[in-house]
């Protein structure tokens, strides 16, 4: 089955800097990879996702990128502001299709220090 | 735009009592998932819908059950709870047609 590794745990960054954040995934007919940004006590929130077709995909300040031959990607965030301090969930699905469960990485807590 | 809603938002219940929660995902989606997330933890799969058929089993325990219903709504059902159980509870739903898992805001269980 799908196993999705994420690091680091925790990171702390300066209010400006880029922050970024990895995943890998064991399944390699996931084709679709979500990131989700959870703010406490609240549900996971999408932010970005990629399908295995791209190998990278930019909205504004954040980015993804996807090495699929590695079996990797990444979350980055650039000029980061306070307001982006919350634990950010890598996710691929349990093989391929638009419908299959997700599996979660186990979360980064991101620290943006004002 | 139409949101994954979830409800109650918070249940304090006690041990040994049971618990429904329930979901009512974007419209036209047909598929609905439940996780179940501890405290620091990531969200672990529970149980999934497709069509009103369930479609895959996580680490659901023998206690809980799920149904959707023809509305497309599900609701979980939690018996014989344990303390154990307390934890946030997502509901999630996709539609075939498209990528994108949108997830509701959680019901909080406190089993005391």
């Known amino acids: 089955g799908e196993n999705v590794e994420q690091h680091p745990s925790t990171l702390s960054v300066q209010e400006g800097d880029s922050a970024v954040i990895k995943c890998t995934y064991s399944?390699?007919?996931?084709?679709?990879f979500p990131w989700y940004k959870q703010e406490l006590g609240k549900g996971p929130q999408l932010i970005i996702d990629?399908?295995?077709?791209?190998g990278e995909k930019k909205d504004q300040r954040i980015a993804v990128t996807l090495n699929k031959t590695a079996k990797h990607f990444s979350l980055h965030i650039t000029e980061t502001q306070p307001e982006d301090s919350a634990v950010y969930f890598c996710?691929?699905?349990?093989?391929?299709?638009?419908?299959?469960?997700?599996?979660f990485g186990t979360g980064t807590l991101l620290a943006v220090q004002p | 735009a139409a949101g994954v809603i979830q409800s109650p938002r918070h249940l304090i219940k006690e041990k040994r009592e049971t618990a429904t929660l329930k979901c009512y995902p974007i419209?036209?989606?047909?598929?609905v998932y439940w996780y179940q997330q501890g405290p620091g933890q990531d969200p672990q799969f529970l149980i999934s819908?497709?069509?009103?058929?369930?479609?895959d089993k996580g680490s659901i325990p023998d206690r809980f059950s799920a149904q959707q219903f023809s509305d497309y709504h599900s609701e979980l059902n939690m018996s014989s709870l344990e303390l154990g159980d307390s934890a946030l509870y997502f509901c999630?739903?996709?539609?075939?047609?498209?990528?994108?898992?949108?997830f509701g805001s959680g019901t909080r269980l406190t089993v005391v």
């Open positions: 999630a739903s996709s539609s075939t047609a498209e990528y994108g898992y949108t």
């Open positions: 399944d390699s007919a996931s084709n679709y």
């Open positions: 990629i399908r295995s077709n791209v």
């Open positions: 996710a691929a699905p349990k093989g391929g299709g638009a419908t299959n469960k997700l599996i």
């Open positions: 419209p036209r989606h047909d598929t």
């Open positions: 819908f497709y069509e009103k058929m369930q479609s």
